[in-house]
């Protein structure tokens, strides 16, 4: 019970941020970011492969943009931010 509580908490605060203005994204988005693969992590090992696997698909797809620009900023370029 705790995992679905852990998991409907953090959709409703990344609904949140969404909300927010692009400038007061960045801190909670990044908390978020962080702690979305220990949530994935903590479903796979409870639910099993299959729902770490949809939960992984579920988060690259909210996730896209700043994921995009980490991945950038990992093979050296400079991604422009918007403002």
Request: with cysteine; charged share 10%; hydrophobic share 65%.
């Amino acid at each position: 019970m705790t995992l679905a509580w852990a998991c409907i908490g953090w959709v409703l605060v990344s609904a949140a941020v969404a909300m927010l203005p692009m400038r007061y994204q960045y801190v909670p988005g990044v908390a978020l970011l962080i702690m979305a693969p220990v949530l994935i992590v903590w479903v796979g090992t409870v639910l099993g492969w299959w729902a770490a696997a949809l939960a992984l698909f579920a988060f690259a797809s909210m996730f896209r943009n700043p994921l995009r620009y980490f991945w950038a900023r990992a093979r050296g370029l400079k991604p422009e931010l918007p403002k």
